[in-house]
């Protein structure tokens, strides 16, 4: 059962009791322009909730087992679709800035009942970063950045761009793409067809699929000053003053050990775990060796 409540400064959300077989609830949260933005929301509506934001170019559904992992643990768990990403909406005057994706989250966190433990990946770990950094009061109770953080590697940032824009044509079937993937992932296990696939892939009018999120995302990255984007995250780190923690994948060629070594510096209370057989996309690449640094760690912050 659902029913839609209003929210001061016409934003609306959706309110639904988690379903007994377990099952994620699909909420629809509004932002301040009224975007809608998705995300699944699993465990005990009244425990202490986590907030999960993946990476650019995936989905709300790229958390593997850590979803449930959280929701078993009695945590309440909130995987959101960034804009422009998934089921939300397309920005309309394609506006991608991490400032624009801070918003969103504080928007999204003033409609969830209590603090919540921020868990960002690559794209949406920055976006936490900022968000916990430039807060004038605390907006959350703990930050968990996977495999990010200020001082990127460039040459491992271009890697992954080069391979968002590969294929700007999209792919004749699933299969195709699946194949893509594991030129790219080529430590990872081949899956034996496309369809797992197909929660980040969309069937397009011109009868090709695409990858389900907004070009124009990456037309705006080219834009960005990567000096002036990592001075910002720097003095946002500084300010960060909640229990933190990073998780690095250990084959990860967009964190260096120099960059985990610059942000403790920032963030002196940071925690850190190396996970040796991870690479970037750390939850799709060791989920079990992912969840257990980060249950552990959510254990003692709730």
């Known amino acids: 059962m659902a029913c839609r409540i209003s929210i001061p400064g016409g934003r609306s959300r959706l309110i639904s009791n988690v379903p007994p077989s377990g099952f994620p609830v699909v909420t629809v949260f509004r932002n301040r322009s009224g975007m809608s933005l998705a995300a699944d929301d699993l465990g005990d509506p009244r425990g202490a909730p986590v907030l999960l934001l993946h990476g650019g170019g995936q989905t709300r559904h790229s958390w593997g087992?850590?979803?449930?992992?959280?929701?078993?643990r009695g945590f309440r768990a909130v995987t959101l679709d960034l804009r422009g990403h998934g089921d939300s909406d397309w920005s309309p005057d394609g506006a991608y800035g991490l400032e624009q994706l801070r918003d969103d989250l504080v928007d999204v966190m003033a409609q969830i009942e209590g603090q919540p433990a921020l868990v960002g990946a690559s794209?949406?770990?920055l976006t936490a970063l900022l968000t916990v950094g430039t807060a004038r009061v605390p907006v959350a109770r703990a930050l968990v950045l996977v495999d990010v953080v200020p001082q990127i590697e460039m040459e491992g940032a271009m890697e992954i761009?080069?391979?968002m824009t590969a294929n700007p044509q999209g792919f004749a079937s699933p299969d195709q793409a699946a194949e893509a993937v594991a030129a790219y992932l080529p430590h990872r296990p081949r899956p034996r067809?496309?369809?797992g696939l197909m929660k980040n892939l969309r069937l397009r009018q011109d009868g090709r699929y695409h990858w389900h999120w907004d070009p124009a995302l990456m037309r705006?990255?080219?834009t960005i000053d990567a000096l002036e984007?990592?001075?910002?995250l720097e003095e946002a780190a500084r300010n960060v003053a909640v229990a933190t923690l990073l998780i690095r994948g250990g084959r990860s060629r967009v964190v260096s050990l120099d960059g985990v070594r610059a942000l403790q510096l920032l963030i002196?209370?940071?925690e850190f775990i190396n996970i040796d057989e991870a690479d970037?996309?750390?939850a799709g690449d060791a989920n079990d060796a992912f969840n257990a640094p980060l249950l552990a760690f959510l254990d003692r912050t709730r």
Do not use: E, I, K
């Open 229 to 232: 984007r990592r001075a910002v």
């Open 65 to 72: 087992t850590a979803v449930s992992a959280l929701a078993s």
């Open 220 to 222: 705006g990255a080219q």
């Open 268 to 270: 002196p209370q940071c």
């Open 280 to 282: 970037h996309m750390v």
């Open 193 to 195: 067809d496309g369809g």
């Open 161 to 163: 761009r080069a391979f």
């Open 123 to 125: 794209l949406g770990g």
